[in-house]
């Protein structure tokens, strides 16, 4: 991006926003890929957990040690009401890394779905979105905030190849929106931006 956008970088306050013109259209940054990568890594850790708490009751099954014979799943998981065949009760055997492997799922399971609403939370709550002004096009997403006057654009247009909406100086310099938005495809936002732009420019809005 072109650093004569009247850039601003940092952590602004919540309702800092550029003061100036009227919003006239408001565009949010589309969250699918942010949701999906919360979503993703939450279910995969969640996974992980539910495998390790798996292994935990049924590894023992395995376990060919002379001194503790091969045990049926469910003995696994309730293991303290063990009898043997005279009805005396059977002292557990449950090792050392069963019992890792078990908190460690366990911790999996609660972590990977607490993660998982957090990420969702943050995406939910973040306020990035491109509004075209009457004074000009503003590009808000975490710290930065970017305001392109009117006065300053020849043009608006969408690159193809780039799969970026270009604001054109007269100058000839750009200022490039690559971003995804909600809502719309990347074309109509430019005519958009051009139409709202020309209004602008003859104070036909606001």
Known sequence: ???????????????????????????????????????????????????????????????????????????????????TADGKPVPSRTSSWEIALGVLGLLCIVGGGAGAIIGL?????????????????????????????WHEVETVRWDPNARAVVFVRHDGSTWTRAERYSGTDGSTLAKRAAEVRRKARCGLVG
């Open 1 to 83: 991006m072109d650093a004569r956008a009247h850039t601003t970088t940092g952590a602004p306050e919540a309702d800092d926003d550029e003061p100036g013109g009227l919003v006239v259209e408001h565009y949010r940054l589309d969250p699918t890929r942010a949701l999906s990568r919360a979503l993703g890594a939450g279910a995969a850790v969640v996974t992980l957990g539910a495998l390790l708490m798996g292994l935990a009751i049924l590894l023992p099954r395995f376990d060919a040690r002379p001194d503790r014979p091969a045990l049926p799943a469910r003995a696994a998981i309730f293991r303290g009401a063990e009898v």
């Open 121 to 149: 939370r943050g995406v939910m709550t973040e306020e990035s979105y491109l509004a075209l002004r009457t004074d000009g096009a503003y590009f808000r997403h975490d710290g930065e905030r970017s305001l392109l006057p």
